[in-house]
């Protein structure tokens, strides 16, 4: 059944959702895209695309979706159709769940790679997941209240607080039968919905030196051990980096006495001029 709004419309309203290689907003890609255009006159326009991401869809990714890469390695990449896209979603507002965090960004993302201009500027963003968390408080005293039918009075006092997280959990499991059993089972669902990643697993996948994959920057992709003897400066430029994380130049400096052939300069000294 075609949505009807109960306010009235100056322009198209676009409603869009994304599936994806994943949660990073740089880096990941559409893999579906869909549309639900509602124009003032009442014509209503309802599209869905796959498109080939052009990089492998992990295998948590398509638990999430169901979209493998067989099932888009027919597809059109994403450039192929941004400019029509750009032309159907012109003059019009956007519109969907959770856009503002997550589904523009990558469209961005995507829309850059691509070199199609396409820009925010003068059009309204309606995010029915900004409505939803500010007019149903999503915090642990809304919890307390669904779970477990009790007023959370010590809101924000940290022994209040973790005794009632406890008794939500506690609740959750009982009012939600399809969740996991087990410890390791509930680590694995709240890690499909929002992965924790340490900085150093930001920066590297693998489990040891030899195995250290760049997951970011210019070398993603590319084992440590590979860029150590092949562009060292990079790595030299890793040290002398304020912010970095004391693990991650740990990795950094014994990758370079490893596989570089060289000593690791001192902390402080310049950085590359194309930097990051």
């Not at 493998?68 to 159709?81: I, K, L, N």
Request: with cysteine.
């Amino acid at each position: 059944m075609d949505p009807a709004l109960p306010i009235s419309l100056a322009r198209p309203m676009a409603f869009l959702d994304l599936e994806t290689t994943g949660l990073n907003r740089s880096e990941d890609r559409v893999v579906e895209l869909a549309l639900l255009i509602l124009y003032p006159d009442g014509r209503v326009v309802d599209k869905v695309r796959r498109f080939n991401p052009e990089k492998p869809i992990p295998p948590e990714a398509s638990a999430v979706h169901g979209i493998s890469d067989a099932d888009v390695a027919g597809e059109a990449p994403f450039r192929s159709r941004a400019r029509s896209l750009a032309g159907l979603l012109e003059g019009c507002d956007l519109a969907g769940f959770n856009i503002r965090g997550f589904d523009l960004h990558i469209l961005l993302e995507e829309f850059r790679r691509a070199a199609v201009p396409f820009d925010l500027k003068d059009r309204r963003l309606i995010d029915a997941q900004v409505i939803f968390h500010r007019e149903e408080p999503r915090d642990l005293a809304a919890a307390a209240r669904f779970y477990v039918h009790d007023e959370h009075d010590g809101a924000h006092s940290a022994r209040a607080d973790v005794h009632m997280t406890a008794r939500v959990l506690a609740a959750q499991l009982a009012h939600y039968p399809d969740l996991p059993d087990d410890i390791a089972g509930l680590h694995a669902y709240c890690d499909q919905v929002r992965p924790f990643l340490t900085e150093f697993q930001r920066w590297f996948s693998g489990s040891d030196l030899e195995s250290y994959v760049f997951a970011r920057g210019k070398h993603r992709g590319t084992r440590l051990a590979e860029v150590a003897a092949t562009s060292p400066d990079y790595l030299d430029w890793m040290l002398t980096a304020s912010d970095m994380p004391d693990d991650v130049l740990d990795a950094v400096r014994e990758a370079l006495e490893r596989f570089s052939g060289r000593e690791p300069p001192e902390p402080g000294g310049e950085s590359p001029e194309w930097g990051f």
